[in-house]
């Protein structure tokens, strides 16, 4: 088979994707769609609830095992879209549709690139595919499942929009629930123990909070307080205000030690991490990979966003066609072109990477 043929293969596939409701916990009909795929090229896969998933043809227990990942769950479309979401489009070489760039776009030619190294012998490395789900909602039954299903993994390619260059630091996520007390009352009277005025003290305190540790690659710690919730009636000074708080880690902490800091330090009645398991990730910058990709004219950077990573212990590079700039926005798409571009690409550095010398 030839790359062209696996090029257009993979764009008529993400066409199907597409047009197929894909929402986080209800994959199963494009599960079934990327099944058809292994049959249509005569390779064995295997399914655990809604997660794809397949090893090449010679496996090698005693060589190292690189995981190709990206996950064809999306989000629910937003109200601004103005073209269908469950659509595939082609406009101005444009292919649009919801989860066409986040991430069927990486999905697709890393299937494509899987397939094209599927029955070559003498890889130094084995290969491993999965095409998860729940990644867009971190839930249970996504790749942090098939971590003790699929053979250990020593090294991970993660599909998401990175223009197809190397991600090789993600931040970590940690969402806080806290809560600012105070002494409720009635409206008409004094009372110097407002708990919605009090919030306005631990507002500024986020706001001003800055932690130590700077990051070459992934920079600062990102706080953001995204949500805050209290009272209910207009005469009635509630007890207690809550209070979500949006915490992006660098590789300089772990999720454990930022939730110490905050709770030892926020002026809060309680601050209570919702997870700790999302924590940063990043692959050494003289890992071949990286310099695989940086000799064939990739760039590297530190990822704001979240993705499949997070559930890695091993060394992982983000990397994939599409922009992260579309990702979750109206009228989503992702060049066609892209898509040629990316598979040849990842063929390109696994190419380095897989063959020996």
Known sequence: MTLDQLTNDAISLLKQLIETQSFSSEEDQTAQLIEAWFKRYNMDYNRTKNNVWAINRHFDKNKPTLLLNSHHDTVKPNSAYTKDP?????????????????????????MATFTYFYSQEHLKYNLVLVASAEEESSGPDGLNSMLSIIPKVDVAIVGEPTL????????????????????????????????????????????DFKFEKTSKVLGDVKLTVTQINGGKQHNVVPADVDLVIDVRVNDKYTNAEIADILQKQAPCYSITPRSLRLNSSSIPADHELVKAGIAIG??????????????LTCPSLKLGPGDSTRSHSADEFIYLNEIEEGINIYVELLNRVLIPV
């Open 86 to 110: 469950f659509k595939a489009i082609v406009e101005d070489g444009k292919l649009f549709g919801l989860g066409s760039n986040d991430a069927g776009g990486c999905l697709v030619s890393l």
């Open 164 to 207: 197809m260059n190397l991600a090789i630091a993600e931040k970590g996520l940690v969402v806080f629930d806290a809560k600012v007390k105070g002494t409720p009352s009635h409206a008409a009277h004094p009372n110097d123990d407002n708990a919605i005025y009090n919030t306005i003290k631990a507002l500024q305190w986020f706001k």
């Open 298 to 311: 990739r760039t590297t950077y530190g990822s704001p966003t979240l993705s499949d990573q997070a559930v």
